[in-house]
C-alpha cells in the first residue's frame, strides 16, 4: 500500500508560481510512473503532467506545456511540480497519482493510489 501527500498549494496572483509536493510513503515509488491530475470546480478530472520512473521523460496537457515543469527525486520518494505564470483557469485541486505505465492518455484506472489533492487558487 502507498499513501500520497501533496502539498505546497495555496492562493498566488495571476502570473505567480508555485511548487507542489508529493511525498509518498509505505513502499517505493522510485519504479513507477507518477502523475499529475487536477479538478476544477464544476468540471471532470483532467490530466496535466506525467514523469517516467527515473525522471528522464515527462508529458504534459496542452494547457500547461511550457509553464508547468515536472521532476522526482526517488531517494526521497517524492514528486514535484513547478509551476510558472500560473492563470485563473490553473485553479483546482491537484492530485498526484502513481501510474500503471507512463504517457498522457488519461482515465481512472490508470492509476494505483492517489492522494487527497491540494488546494490551488489563482486569482485575476
Known amino acids: 500500500q502507498v499513501q500520497l501527500v501533496e502539498s505546497g498549494g495555496g492562493l498566488v496572483q495571476a502570473g505567480g508560481s508555485l511548487r507542489l509536493s508529493c511525498a509518498a510513503s509505505?513502499?517505493?515509488?522510485?519504479?513507477?510512473?507518477m502523475d499529475w491530475f487536477r479538478q476544477a470546480p464544476g468540471k471532470e478530472r483532467e490530466f496535466v503532467s506525467a514523469?517516467?520512473?527515473?525522471?528522464?521523460?515527462?508529458a504534459y496537457a496542452n494547457s500547461v506545456k511550457g509553464r508547468f515543469t515536472a521532476s522526482r527525486d526517488n531517494a526521497k520518494n517524492t514528486v514535484y511540480l513547478q509551476m510558472y505564470n500560473l492563470k485563473p483557469e490553473d485553479t483546482a485541486v491537484y492530485y498526484c497519482a502513481v501510474a500503471r505505465h507512463y504517457g498522457r492518455t488519461f482515465y481512472q484506472g490508470k492509476y494505483l493510489y492517489w492522494g487527497q489533492g491540494t488546494q490551488v487558487t489563482v486569482s485575476s
Open positions: 514523469i517516467n520512473w527515473d525522471g528522464r521523460d515527462t
Open positions: 509505505g513502499r517505493t515509488v522510485s519504479t513507477y510512473a
